[in-house]
């Protein structure tokens, strides 16, 4: 199925979740319902996954931030790209990131 | 595979400890007593104010007070928060200090009897979900029994109709039950309902060990709430309704989590922390003994953790009568006994309660780990006497057998 998620837009966090850095995890807890299953959980990002989000203000074309985390990280920039697109997709499915541009 | 497969997004479901790879927030839930205040005015509260009590509303936190309280704590750390009370919903500001709580990225446990719940309230919690399921106790299965407990005429209704404005919203809830004279014949009723209710997974939990009032506020309500006590043989009774596994998942509790506390008063304090109705910290809900109890509005809740808590967990029982009975026994783990019992009791810390001590001994004795008539206090093998019972039991106490026999295995309960 081809990806709903396009490099050249921008994301940012949707005011429906709400970003909380606890001993140094970064936890995204859902404001709104429908992001979790059942009775919705809490989300924690990894070291990859908080690069990512660290990045998504809305303004920054996805293709900029694969781009940058290239240049951070010692991985293939195709690799990069196809984990940051799955990780957008997951996020975009959970109304948790939405594209704002 | 998605993102939380492949390993950068993990969810974390409700109550997972493992979320912290290295330091643990200074405070990781809290609970808020929102107000004394109750639309009911159960027989076996320990709590309970009346809904129009001018002085008790007026001593109040503010809704402000309860923001920064909640801010501080999510500043902390704190992941959770558990609205109780009273009945927290009696509050007008209730829907704001949820919100709030909501939005500083806190979950959100509430303890209710559902009958203040609105429509409006049932559209703010579908929208903006609690995140932890609402805990709702339910006070009988009639308008009969159950306002026999509440003392309130409308109550039954009006929790039904909470009840089913939950559900239309699909706003995850459990039911916890209540065993009083009124209602101790509706056990099975009460169950079967249960299995119907979409958030329940398990068989309901009841209340029915009470505690005397925690505000030592009225020698009238506390005659009462003796007189509600079941016997030690009824409640072991009630609790072999739980199957035969019973036995064998208390022994492997006692196991687990048994030995003598000696001297050491509080066993259970941990990462968490309470506050009362009046902004005042304490480090167990029923717990109101003056030197366990601090004023943050005088303070704060990081001084709380840091300072004051390890304070209270350093303290020592000194009662010798604490010593030699619950300092020694080894059905510690078993026993309700502890500080916030002792002070509703007895106004002290560390005063053995003896009712605790009846329970705890009747289902040592159900389970095999204790002689009918032996004081725990007095084994000195508590450890052997949990691996290997000595009493032959099959289905509560009216089974017991004459004579002690070894059990090597939980299902060969066999004479010698």
Redesign the interface.
């Known amino acids: 199925m081809e990806s709903a998620i396009s490099l050249d837009a921008a994301y940012g966090p949707s005011e429906d979740v709400?970003?909380?850095e606890?001993?140094?995890?970064l936890?995204?807890?859902?404001?709104?319902?429908g992001m979790?299953?059942?009775?919705?959980?809490?989300?924690?990002?990894?070291e990859?996954?908080r690069a990512?989000w660290a990045r998504l203000d809305g303004r920054k074309p996805l293709r900029a931030i694969v781009g940058e985390l290239a240049g951070e990280f010692e991985a293939p920039e195709g690799a990069i790209e196809q984990?940051v697109m799955?990780?957008?997709?997951?996020?975009v499915r959970r109304k948790m990131i939405l594209r704002k541009g | 595979?998605?993102?939380?497969e492949?390993?950068?997004?993990?969810?974390?479901?409700?109550g997972r400890a493992e979320?912290?790879?290295?330091?643990?927030?200074r405070l990781a839930r809290l609970d808020i007593e929102l107000t004394e205040r109750c639309n009911n005015a159960c027989l076996h509260c320990s709590v309970n104010l009346p809904a129009g009590d001018v002085d008790a509303r007026r001593r109040e936190s503010t809704t402000a007070e309860i923001k920064n309280i909640l801010a501080e704590a999510?500043s902390l750390?704190c992941?959770g928060v558990r609205f109780t009370g009273g009945e927290p919903l009696l509050r007008e500001d209730f829907e704001e200090i949820y919100v709030t709580a909501?939005?500083?990225?806190?979950?959100v446990r509430i303890f209710t009897n559902a009958a203040l719940i609105t429509p409006h309230l049932a559209e703010v919690f579908?929208?903006?979900?609690p995140?932890?399921?609402m805990e709702v106790t339910v006070y009988g299965m009639t308008a009969g029994s159950s306002e026999s407990v509440t003392g309130n005429p409308a109550s039954f209704e009006a929790a039904r109709r909470g009840l089913a404005l939950l559900l239309s919203r699909?706003v995850?809830f459990v039911v916890k039950g209540v065993v009083l004279p009124p209602t101790k014949d509706e056990m099975d009723r009460f169950e079967a309902w249960t299995r119907e209710v979409p958030g329940m997974t398990g068989s309901p939990s009841y209340a029915m060990l009470f505690d005397l009032r925690s505000r030592r506020d009225d020698e009238a309500k506390n005659g009462r709430i003796r007189s509600l006590r079941l016997d030690p043989a009824e409640y072991v009774r009630l609790e072999s309704r739980l199957g035969e596994g019973r036995p064998a998942e208390l022994r492997a509790f006692v196991a687990r989590f048994g030995g003598c506390p000696g001297d050491r008063l509080f066993g259970c304090l941990s990462d968490a922390g309470c506050v009362d109705a009046y902004g005042r910290f304490q480090v167990c809900l029923l717990l109101r003994h003056p030197d366990t109890v601090y004023d943050l509005g005088g303070g704060s809740l990081r001084a709380a953790m840091e300072e004051f808590l390890p304070r209270v967990r350093d303290m020592r029982a000194a009662n010798p009568a604490y010593l030699e009975r619950c300092g020694r026994c080894f059905l510690k783990s078993l026993c309700l006994q502890c500080p916030a019992r002792s002070w509703a009791e007895h106004g002290t810390l560390d005063t053995p309660v003896e009712y605790f001590c009846g329970i705890a001994h009747a289902q040592a004795e159900w389970i095999g780990i204790l002689a009918p008539g032996e004081k725990a206090w007095e084994i000195s093998d508590g450890r052997r006497r949990i691996e290997r019972p000595i009493l032959r039991r099959r289905n509560g106490p009216e089974a017991q057998t004459n004579g002690l026999a070894e059990c090597k295995g939980e299902k060969t309960w066999k004479a010698r």
């Not at chain 1, 606890?22 to 995890?25: A, M, R």
């Not at chain 2, 390993?7 to 409700?14: D, E, L, N, V, Y």
């Open positions: 709400v970003v909380r606890i001993e140094g995890e936890i995204i807890v859902p404001l709104a319902s979790g299953d059942l009775e919705d959980e809490l989300f924690t990002l990894n990859t996954g990512v984990d799955g990780l957008l997709e997951e996020l | 595979m998605s993102a939380a492949k390993g950068f997004a993990r969810k974390i479901p409700a979320l912290w790879k290295s330091g643990r927030p999510a750390g992941l909501r939005k500083l990225g806190l979950r579908e929208k903006i979900p995140l932890d399921k699909g995850p």
